[in-house]
């Protein structure tokens, strides 16, 4: 299993960017998908969860309105769609996927949301 992630960086307040996971390994469209950041000296954070076929999606209160989860399941990729960005969105983004009993992470893209 590989998750891949992209997109992160620096942007100011107000901006936007678009987060990718590329996903191999296994079967992709069979498993629901999450995104996770963790901010500097704070906890790991959930931040939203789409289910296998795209049809459910789960926000975290914090992000909801701001950011939307997608997936392409023909190409294997999650994605994850991040407007109106407040600097206290900045941290390192991950991907996760849980499959049986293990539990795999994608190495993190950092987004830094400053003036």
């Known amino acids: 299993v590989q998750l891949v992630e992209s997109g992160g960086g620096l942007v100011q307040p107000g901006g936007s960017l678009r987060l990718s996971c590329a996903a191999s390994?296994?079967?992709?469209?069979?498993?629901?998908m999450r995104w996770y950041r963790q901010a500097p000296g704070k906890e790991r954070e959930l931040v939203a969860i789409?289910?296998?076929?795209?049809?459910?999606?789960n926000y975290a209160d914090s992000v909801k309105g701001r950011f939307t989860i997608s997936r392409d399941n023909a190409k294997s990729t999650l994605f994850l769609q991040m407007n109106s960005l407040k600097s206290e969105d900045t941290a390192v983004y991950s991907c996760y996927v849980w499959i049986g009993i293990l539990n795999y992470w994608g190495q993190g893209t950092r987004v830094t949301v400053s003036s």
């Open positions: 789409i289910s296998s076929d795209g049809s459910s999606t």
């Open positions: 390994g296994f079967t992709f469209n069979t498993y629901d």
